[in-house]
């Protein structure tokens, strides 16, 4: 484990730092292909009109049928909707972006000693995506760390900023039951038993991939992270500036706009397979900005890391073939320690029919 850390530090090069020292250009590591790079006028269009859900309509009788219409349609559509009035408390947000801030505004010293080469480390300080096998950096810091049960892991988690377990493990709890409710709407969209999986997904595993993407210089020629799909059942993400692009079934870009104290809520490769591509995970990348400081959490939920995770029986018949071998987290995590996802994705290695 020290040894990991030790080689990362070695070799760590923070997009926060470069920020800070002021750097006037981009290093060439950075710098994306032409094709590859951002389409910088999405921002100067209108924001196309994507799904949002008023969770507390579910509590209306009249109003709950329809409610699990929309997260069918945007399920099936998109893989992607956000969610207002989710119940989760305004000031348990905002606190957890306040300590998220603090972390990176830390000395760099203070944070690279939880720096790690392993994917697997429980608590893991890192920048671009995977800096060992990437052949394009990107321009992010990130701190990542298991979170569910909580009392197994928080302890693990940064002392520094004080403030920083009180707050973040709040929000944390609170989306592990949020993420449940959002399931079993899910689930029901489907035509299933809400309760359907209850059992494996309260074993399930927590990540919380807390992502800072610093001003840069020339944000035309970066990306935060590239195109890529979650490779668990549900990721809920939270955005204090905007910066999420989705991408849909026409290979169209879509900024994804602020919509203050709303969740974002994206299926991830597991409930892909589960469906047997009733539903996608969707394709989606983060930009950066030249002015602003962007901090996201996302809240990555899958099932246990060795569950093996295959088409539900409910979703093959003689019309619906079988489309995905079975995988498990840990798997995927194997993957990821070896390959650069920018090539390929692990549920690509899954897929049937290709």
Not at 86 to 113: C, R, T, V
Request: net charge negative; proline share 7%; hydrophobic share 35%.
């Amino acid at each position: 484990m020290e040894a990991n850390r030790e080689n990362s530090a070695g070799s760590f090069n923070s997009a926060m730092e470069l920020t800070r020292m002021g750097v006037a250009g981009v290093p060439k590591e950075y710098i994306l292909p032409p094709l590859q790079r951002p389409n910088c006028s999405l921002a100067m269009q209108p924001s196309t009109v994507l799904p949002v859900t008023d969770l507390s309509l579910l509590h209306h009788p009249i109003h709950r049928s329809k409610i699990i219409e929309e997260v069918g349609i945007a399920c099936k559509e998109l893989g992607f909707f956000q969610v207002i009035n989710h119940g989760i408390d305004l000031s348990d947000i905002h606190d957890a972006f306040d300590a998220a801030a603090q972390f990176f505004n830390l000395p760099y010293e203070e944070k690279i000693s939880l720096a790690s080469a392993d994917v697997r480390e429980p608590v893991r300080y890192g920048t671009s995506l995977n800096q060992v096998k990437d052949s394009v950096r990107y321009w992010r810091d990130f701190i990542k760390h298991y979170s569910h049960p909580i009392s197994t892991w928080i302890d693990l988690w940064p002392s520094n900023p004080v403030c920083y377990r009180n707050k973040m493990g709040t929000y944390t709890q609170a989306l592990h039951v949020f993420q449940k409710q959002v399931m079993e709407v899910v689930f029901e969209s489907l035509g299933l038993n809400p309760n359907y999986m209850n059992e494996e997904i309260e074993k399930g595993s927590q990540v919380m991939a807390v992502n800072c993407y610093p001003a840069c210089p020339k944000p035309d020629l970066v990306l935060g992270m590239p195109p890529h799909s979650d490779y668990g059942y549900l990721t809920i993400l939270a955005q204090n500036h905007p910066g999420l692009e989705i991408m849909d079934h026409n290979k169209t870009w879509h900024r994804v706009p602020l919509i203050e104290g709303a969740l974002i809520v994206q299926l991830g490769d597991q409930m892909e397979i589960i469906t047997n591509g009733r539903y996608k995970s969707p394709i989606h990348r983060a930009i950066v900005s030249a002015e602003t400081n962007r901090i996201s959490m996302a809240s990555l939920h899958s099932l246990a890391f060795d569950t093996k995770v295959r088409p539900a029986p409910e979703f093959v018949d003689e019309h619906h073939v079988l489309s995905y071998k079975e995988g498990s987290f840990g798997e995927f995590l194997d993957f990821l320690s070896k390959n650069d996802i920018t090539q390929g994705s692990y549920k690509d290695t899954l897929r049937k029919n290709p």
